[in-house]
């Protein structure tokens, strides 16, 4: 039997759903499922990674866990990889899961493939699916070592509803300093504004708001969808918005249930941010944008006139 072990990821104290997500997976091609939960004061969500779907929740809580460092966070999950006898270990999609993933593979002398969307199992035989080339094509790779170490992309896998497991808890001890790098503090963006990463809307905004006027409309739609709000690059080197705010290749990954581009072409790049949302309904005057052809709902139309009526629209909605 396929063993997968989960790497909870948890922020500010918080599990996030990928964790079920991964879970739900594991179960559905049949496998033993295991998560591995590092940080500090963590003890408290083990109810939670028994609800997320893990039979077995490997636990390293310390206080020299609290901030995320690649090495010692690796040395956990290698740590829960051994005796769970994993032969699949997953992180969620996260800037940490990606940081900590090739240390893994590289002390277990696993294979190592980040932004799957799919895997599947033949007996021993691991194949799993990724994008490349800037999401031109799917690839399906056939592994060819025992282990795999993968990095899911968001989005990629749903949660069942209703999963459990059982509460199993092993704990792990705490890994040797890593001395070569050593986090001191994590500072979060001020703005206050939703974590686009989060955020289950995400509104974002493209050239075709033109300027700063523009831009502010489209964040009032967001603001009243209590939405993500996100950009193209071309809004980010325009000088409009930060850069932690772009969508797409060389921005953030976003899978919200609903993505809203508005005033934005549908470039190849974008794209790669935003084509795993489970909805996406794009707003533009040009009726050959590319976006439409990966949109669920399209409105061809200008903006300024579009986005007034759709905030009218929505407050009836909520009347
Ligand atoms: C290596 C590399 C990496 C990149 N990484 C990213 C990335 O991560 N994210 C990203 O977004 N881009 C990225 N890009 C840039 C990408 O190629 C596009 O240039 C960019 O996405 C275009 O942004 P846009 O759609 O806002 O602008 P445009 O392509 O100029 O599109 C503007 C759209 O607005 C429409 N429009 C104009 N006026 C209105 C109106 N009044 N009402 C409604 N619609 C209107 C137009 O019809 C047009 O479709 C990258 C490029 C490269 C080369």
């Known amino acids: 039997m396929a063993k997968v072990l989960i790497v909870a990821d948890i922020k500010q104290g918080v599990l996030k759903g990928s964790t079920a997500e991964l879970s739900s997976k594991a179960k559905a091609i049949g496998a033993e499922t295991a998560v591995v939960a590092i940080g500090s004061n963590i003890e408290s969500l083990i109810p939670d990674l028994v609800n997320a779907g893990s039979d077995t929740q490997y636990i390293a809580d310390d206080p020299s866990l609290e901030l995320f460092s690649a090495g010692p966070y690796a040395s956990c999950v290698v740590d829960a990889a051994k005796q769970f006898g994993a032969n699949l270990i997953w992180?969620?999609?996260s800037e940490s899961g990606k940081a900590a993933a090739p240390r893994v593979a590289a002390q277990l002398d696993a294979a190592c493939a980040t932004e799957i969307t799919d895997v599947t199992l033949d007996g021993d035989q691991i194949e799993v699916v990724r994008p490349a080339i800037a999401n031109k094509v799917m690839q399906r790779?056939?592994?060819n070592t025992d282990q795999l170490v993968a990095v899911v992309r968001a989005g990629a896998f749903e949660a069942t509803e209703g999963i459990t497991g059982t509460e199993n808890v092993v704990k792990l001890s705490a890994p040797e300093t890593d001395l070569k790098a050593v986090i001191k503090e994590l500072i979060s963006d001020a703005s206050g504004e939703i974590d686009l990463a989060d955020a289950d809307v995400v509104v974002s905004v493209g050239r075709g708001a033109k300027d700063q006027a523009g831009v502010d409309l489209v964040k009032e739609l967001a603001n009243d969808l209590q939405a993500g709000f996100g950009a193209s690059r071309a809004m980010i080197d325009g000088g409009f918005m930060a850069h932690n705010k772009q969508?797409?290749?060389?921005?953030?990954?976003?899978?919200?249930?609903?993505?809203?581009?508005?005033g934005i072409s549908g470039a190849i790049q974008h794209l790669a941010g935003m084509n795993g949302s489970k909805v996406i309904l794009a707003v533009n005057k040009d009726p050959e944008a590319p976006i439409f052809n990966v949109a669920d709902y399209g409105i061809v139309g200008d903006l300024f006139e579009v986005v007034p009526i759709l905030r009218e629209e929505i407050k009836k909605v909520r009347a």
Do not use: D, H
Request: no cysteine.
């Open 91 to 93: 992180f969620g999609f």
């Open 141 to 143: 790779i056939k592994v």
């Open 247 to 262: 969508v797409g290749q060389t921005g953030k990954i976003v899978a919200p249930t609903l993505y809203m581009a508005i």
